[in-house]
């Protein structure tokens, strides 16, 4: 079940401090979604991208940015970390005729302090 | 305002009780609904769509839209179907993969 790794899987940083999670694909999928996931929120949807160099922003992006330079790589950057972005984080994607069949990563559980 | 509700954080039941994990979505069109399951230390991963109309694993779910409910049932639970479950929502968004999930609920199977 490799198809979409992410890396690193846990972290603990300070607050200030510039992160950055990355989601690897071998789907070949088109697109590629960041969701976290809270508790009492379910998941929600930070930033997503329908191909290279192709990205918008979700319901929660505030205070992140993202990347995708290549087809199987999307990363997600948190600036300068707060403690209200601790949180799971998860990575999915899907094709384009199936977007809504979304296949996910393992999470990176990420802890600001 | 496109909502998913997911009114229960945890239920509990026993093996070889029903199961209903209830779910209601807030949108004036028409959607399409989701149940997504994570395991223990398994990966999200979806369980049904109400489009397919299909049974997996036991577990069917049917769209009320007068009621807007996507329940999910299953007549016999067992000790392996003990996960989380994520009702989800496309709305006027459509097949984009930009899904609204509910807050989720703990579904615990006793012995």
């Known amino acids: 079940d490799a198809g979409i790794t992410q890396s690193p899987r846990h972290k603990v940083t300070e607050t200030g401090t510039p992160v950055t999670l990355r989601c690897h694909q071998t789907e070949n999928h088109r697109y590629m979604y960041w969701y976290r996931q809270d508790p009492g929120h379910g998941l929600r949807l930070i930033h997503y991208?329908?191909?290279?160099?192709?990205?918008d922003k979700g319901e929660v992006s505030d205070g992140y940015s993202v990347s995708r330079s290549k087809t199987e790589d999307f990363l997600l950057t948190l600036e300068s970390a707060t403690s209200s972005q601790t949180s799971v984080y998860f990575c999915a994607s899907a094709t384009a005729s199936g977007a809504n069949v979304l296949t996910f990563g393992a999470g990176s559980r990420l802890t600001v302090l | 305002a496109q909502r998913v509700t997911q009114p229960e954080k945890l239920l509990s039941v026993f093996k070889g009780a029903p199961v209903e994990l209830k779910c209601n979505y807030s949108?004036?069109?028409?959607?399409?609904l989701f149940w997504y399951v994570q395991y223990s230390r398994q990966r999200l991963q979806l369980l049904l769509r109400h489009i397919s109309r299909e049974s997996i694993k036991g577990f069917t779910a049917d769209l009320n839209k007068g009621e807007t409910s996507f329940h999910l049932k299953k007549p016999f639970a067992q000790e392996e179907d003990s996960a989380m479950y994520y009702c989800a929502l496309s709305g006027h968004s459509g097949n984009t993969g930009k899904l609204i999930f509910g807050q989720g609920t703990t579904l615990q199977v006793k012995p």
């Open positions: 991208s329908y191909g290279v160099k192709d990205t």
């Open positions: 949108y004036s069109g028409s959607p399409e």
